[in-house]
């Protein structure tokens, strides 16, 4: 049975050939399910209580939770940094609530950028708020590539395969801070930033930094993927 994968939707002002207010979602991760043998389902951004969004996800068999626009300091305790603009508490609030009704159901999730970030606010942790100048690097994070490094007892590790993965796709500004409760890093950057982590009490809750929807062709990209839509085929029967 071909896995149905939970994709959080946006809401967007406008769309081609839409009446009235929309609802948006990245292609490439939509693309990174389909094609790696899974089927996308958008949950709506608005409309659903708190019981029927459990509902929705507890009929589907995994989430994904994509990168986007960074998460309100204040949802970690901070104040924000200049360089912290356009966040968007209802966004907060929606993804906050799929991810931890997705772990209580349990549901494997697969967290990217933004989504991995979401992982560890929800956990309790906090976060870079901004890179070059709450830690600087030789490592450019921002619109680049750069390698990670893995570690071998992993639920990343056993999707790849490999203890380095080279030229991830990095997009980020943000970054783990302090590790939220029940997490555990799996992966980092030459510089030691925080690349990978994971939810040590859940079946498979995965989250990357970098953007494996960007490199649809490598093997680590298509790995994870793989490896996760395993995991969300051998959840409860619908």
Same mark, same amino acid.
């Given at each position: 049975?071909?896995?149905?994968?939970?994709?959080?939707? =946006?809401?967007?002002?406008?769309?081609?050939?839409? *009446?009235?207010?929309?609802?948006?979602?990245? +292609? =490439?991760?939509?693309?990174?399910?389909?094609?790696?043998?899974?089927? &996308?389902?958008?949950?709506?951004?608005?409309?659903?209580?708190?019981?029927?969004?459990?509902? %929705?996800?507890?009929?589907?068999?995994?989430?994904?939770?994509?990168?986007?626009?960074?998460?309100?300091?204040?949802?970690?305790?901070?104040?924000?940094?200049?360089?912290?603009?356009?966040?968007?508490?209802?966004?907060?609030?929606?993804?906050? #609530?799929?991810? =931890?009704? $997705?772990?209580?159901?349990?549901?494997?999730?697969?967290?990217?950028?933004?989504?991995?970030?979401?992982? #560890?606010?929800?956990?309790?942790?906090?976060?870079?708020?901004?890179?070059?100048?709450?830690?600087?690097?030789?490592?450019?994070?921002?619109?680049?590539?750069?390698? &990670?490094?893995?570690?071998?007892?992993?639920?990343? @590790?056993?999707?790849?395969?490999?203890?380095?993965?080279?030229?991830?796709?990095? @997009?980020?500004?943000?970054?783990?801070?302090?590790?939220?409760? *029940?997490?555990?890093? %799996?992966?980092?950057? %030459?510089?030691?930033?925080?690349? $990978?982590?994971?939810?040590?009490? +859940? *079946?498979?809750?995965?989250?990357?930094?970098?953007?494996?929807?960007?490199?649809?062709?490598?093997?680590?990209?298509?790995?994870? @993927?793989?490896?996760?839509?395993? %995991?969300?085929?051998?959840?409860?029967?619908?």
């Amino acid at each position: 049975m071909t896995p149905l994968i939970g994709l959080p939707g =946006r809401a967007s002002s406008s769309a081609s050939a839409v *009446r009235g207010e929309a609802i948006s979602a990245g +292609a =490439r991760y939509a693309s990174a399910v389909n094609s790696n043998g899974g089927s &996308v389902v958008i949950i709506p951004p608005f409309g659903l209580s708190t019981a029927s969004l459990r509902e %929705t996800i507890s009929r589907l068999d995994g989430v994904v939770l994509h990168g986007g626009i960074d998460i309100a300091p204040s949802r970690y305790g901070q104040v924000a940094h200049r360089e912290v603009k356009h966040c968007d508490d209802s966004l907060d609030d929606f993804e906050l #609530n799929v991810l =931890r009704i $997705a772990i209580e159901v349990d549901k494997p999730v697969l967290a990217i950028c933004r989504g991995m970030q979401v992982l #560890n606010v929800l956990q309790g942790g906090t976060l870079v708020q901004h890179i070059p100048e709450l830690l600087p690097s030789e490592v450019n994070h921002w619109s680049a590539k750069h390698d &990670v490094t893995v570690e071998r007892d992993s639920r990343l @590790f056993a999707a790849v395969g490999d203890a380095r993965i080279e030229e991830v796709s990095s @997009f980020h500004h943000q970054a783990v801070g302090d590790l939220g409760a *029940r997490l555990r890093v %799996t992966a980092r950057a %030459t510089d030691g930033l925080i690349e $990978a982590i994971e939810h040590s009490e +859940a *079946r498979w809750v995965v989250g990357v930094q970098w953007h494996p929807e960007d490199e649809l062709e490598s093997d680590a990209t298509r790995l994870l @993927f793989r490896s996760f839509l395993a %995991t969300c085929a051998h959840t409860s029967p619908r």
